[in-house]
DNA sequence: ATATTATATTCAACAAGTTGAATATAACTT
DNA sequence: AAGTTATATTCAACTTGTTGAATATAATAT
């Protein structure tokens, strides 16, 4: 129940097609906020039913036509109560499928898992190098668009990213070395 | 769908009804995988169909009757298919309504900012705490009931968790001193 | 004495998220 | 010239997760 205030957060900025929405969703939410296409055309259909956003149909030289949102007084009163009001529980339920195949360890060859840690870890640093080049295009993005006072809060939360991520790699390290001491 | 498969990995350490298995989820897969009763009795109602896992009433002297679920040979086959079969992509599909709120910053107050980022501090410090009580008893736990070797797993998805929440806690102290520099 | 917490489970209703198919064209690559 | 990728959206079916009510007793705290 709260995709859409992801999506009225971006509407903020300005106007976007669900296409649209998925493309910047995926260039900066995508780190604490996970949504496939399909739920974001659904949610936005709800919300329009509900006066939250408008949509107007924008006609392109060649390609289709384009079903633009706009965000409306009542998606701002909205969005702003949402902000204000964070949840009592900072704690986020996790759902890990990589790190309860290792809780369960035992059942694994340490060849096996060595070999799952190690992709892990490739993976981290893979999105280490991601977060690292967003940083970099939001920092142009921004400034192209009048967006400077949006890129502060941006990078603290790329911020956040970029440390859990490197702990994680730090894990990956000592585990494999670890692993492969008692293999 | 793989809920079960952590049901199935506990009931690999022992027979428990669908309350133990709440109670032992909170003091351990808590931290990579959430849940609430009313899933996990669904589910191993699901799973007793499925013939994954048996159940029988156990009569207790003064208390009520519990519905004691064991894990089948079917059950076992399951849970080491799942086990081997990692997820290509290791990413988390995340959803962090804190952090969300700190990407749009710019609409909140820095005040009101900094309490928040305060509060998620405080938090993790008390994450941090229970991590490391949950090691200690896990580790007595598992002498007691002659599970060192799965203690060995424990203790490595534990390290995650530990070294994850440290970062977190960095991250927050050093917003903090950003964020009231800047207010 | 009374209230609360812990034990122990079930179930219905609802909300949210995933998968996959369907449709249609422009732009780019081989 | 043919194939692939990107653009752009809709929808149905399904799986998963959440909320809250209902039931019933022992143990503990006030």
Request: glycine share 4%; net charge neutral; charged share 30%.
């Amino acid at each position: 129940m709260s995709l859409r205030y992801g999506l009225l957060g971006l509407l903020n900025y300005y106007d976007m097609s669900g296409y649209d929405l998925k493309k910047t969703f995926e260039s900066s939410l995508q780190y604490m906020w996970s949504a496939k296409s399909s739920q974001i055309y659904r949610e936005l259909g709800k919300m329009e039913k509900e006066g939250l956003v408008l949509s107007k149909i924008e006609q392109q030289e060649k390609k289709f036509d384009k079903k633009v949102y706009s965000i409306t007084k009542l998606g701002i009163t909205a969005f702003q109560e949402w902000l204000e009001h964070f949840p009592k529980n900072l704690e986020l339920p996790i759902r890990d499928e990589f790190i309860v195949r290792v809780f369960f360890g035992e059942h694994l060859s340490f060849e096996n898992l060595i070999f799952e840690v190690k992709r892990f870890k490739k993976q981290r640093e893979d999105t280490l190098e991601a977060l690292t080049t967003i940083l970099i295009t939001a920092k142009h993005a921004a400034a192209e668009d009048g967006l400077d006072k949006s890129y502060y809060f941006w990078k603290l939360t790329i911020n956040k990213a970029l440390k859990e991520t490197q702990a994680e790699i730090e894990w990956a390290k000592e585990t494999i070395d670890e692993l492969m001491n008692r293999s």
